[in-house]
């Protein structure tokens, strides 16, 4: 399951009468967040003693009722009645199962500087703050052996034993088998020699670099994936290529892995936005768009946005989104793929054709 950013607003109330003594500690009230985890905030207002200096307030984020442990990534965030940020930081924390510690910064914020009226920053007296929280996807933990015929295959690729056609990228060549690419990657088949050719040069592949065409044959030949590693190093080329060679499967893996390593800041989601358009990337461009839409004035506000600005479709498309709707619309990407996958039915495109496949589908069902 692909866990969705989440933005919860924590409220105390009269903070300036709240207790200023050293290790005083107050709770806000639990909230529960769109994946369904439960949270709640402890607030020093008064500071903590193992503080490296006085009049600092304390902030730490509690995970409360968690069944398994929770790997977060979170940002405390305090605006002023303006609605600019005084005040934000960035942490990140396993949420271990059964643990009552909390995380956060033991000097978030100056108290004087909350107090001063000139700063703005207590609405009707109280401090306002925002938790904008990202849980990364648990990963099966089960012993789970590898495929023998992923062996067999990757060795096969490696000894080059009875290939009869090689392609060259930069300065690599790569040898490979017709037969296993006709019949697993059509697209790239399609840039060999005919078979009764008497031509034995090897063909010049463009525009890919050679370690991601040497991931691209070993999901061809093994379907062996990417690592974690390689996906975050490589990870826009390799959707180009998956796209080039129409290796759909191969893209929804990278695009997952993109998306449960939670790569988005506020520096890089319109780029991302725009790739993940251009690219029909529905998995990754709804996670761009939902990160968007919670850090939306500080985006915008930036020099990141122009691009994005000057797209008014895709502007059009993230206001949409930010609206409720009925039916299969209301089905997050994976769930949709998830549907569509039950069905036989092809995975890749955007969001709005993926929609419109599988209420075709139950059109025809209910025929």
């Not at 796209?243 to 990278?254: F, I, M």
Request: charged share 30%; net charge negative; aromatic share 8%.
């Amino acid at each position: 399951m692909i866990i969705k950013p989440a933005l919860l607003h924590f409220k105390f109330d009269g903070f300036a009468d709240l207790p200023s003594e050293v290790d005083s500690r107050v709770y806000s009230y639990v909230q529960t967040d769109c994946n369904g985890n439960k949270w709640k905030l402890c607030l020093y207002p008064g500071g903590e003693n193992d503080a490296d200096e006085p009049g600092w307030i304390a902030l730490y984020l509690h995970a409360k009722g968690h069944s398994t442990s929770l790997d977060t990534r979170f940002r405390f965030g305090v605006k002023n009645v303006n609605g600019a940020y005084a005040k934000q930081t960035s942490l990140e924390y396993m949420f271990e199962l059964g643990s009552k510690d909390g995380y956060g910064s033991h000097q978030f914020m100056k108290r004087d500087i909350i107090l001063d009226p000139n700063n703005n920053i207590l609405k009707d007296g109280a401090l306002c703050i925002d938790v904008m929280i990202q849980v990364k996807d648990d990963k099966d933990n089960h012993y789970d052996p590898e495929s023998k015929l992923t062996k067999k295959m990757m060795k096969l690729l490696e000894s080059e034993y009875g290939a009869d056609a090689s392609f060259k990228v930069g300065d690599c060549t790569f040898r490979v088998h017709s037969h296993i690419l006709h019949n697993n990657a059509p697209i790239l088949a399609s840039h060999l020699h005919p078979p009764k050719s008497k031509k034995k040069s090897s063909i010049v592949i463009e525009g890919i670099s050679a370690p991601v065409f040497e991931m691209v044959l070993a999901y061809v030949y093994a379907e062996q994936r990417p690592s974690d590693e390689e996906v975050l190093e490589h990870g826009d080329e390799l959707i180009d290529a998956a796209n080039r060679y129409e290796l759909v499967d191969l893209k929804v893996a990278v695009e997952h892995v993109l998306v449960r390593e939670r790569i988005l800041t506020t520096e890089n989601v319109c780029d991302y936005i725009l790739f993940a358009d251009a690219q029909s990337c529905a998995l990754l461009k709804e996670y761009a768009i939902s990160f968007f839409l919670l850090n939306a004035e500080d985006v915008l506000k930036s020099k990141y946005s122009k691009c994005l600005k000057e797209s008014g479709e895709l502007l059009a498309e993230i206001l949409l989104m930010s609206r409720s709707n009925e039916g299969a619309e209301t089905l997050t990407v994976n769930e949709l793929r998830k549907e569509l996958g039950k069905r036989k039915l092809d995975v890749d495109g955007s969001k709005d054709a993926l929609v419109k496949r599988l209420e075709e589908a139950k059109r025809q069902r209910s025929e």
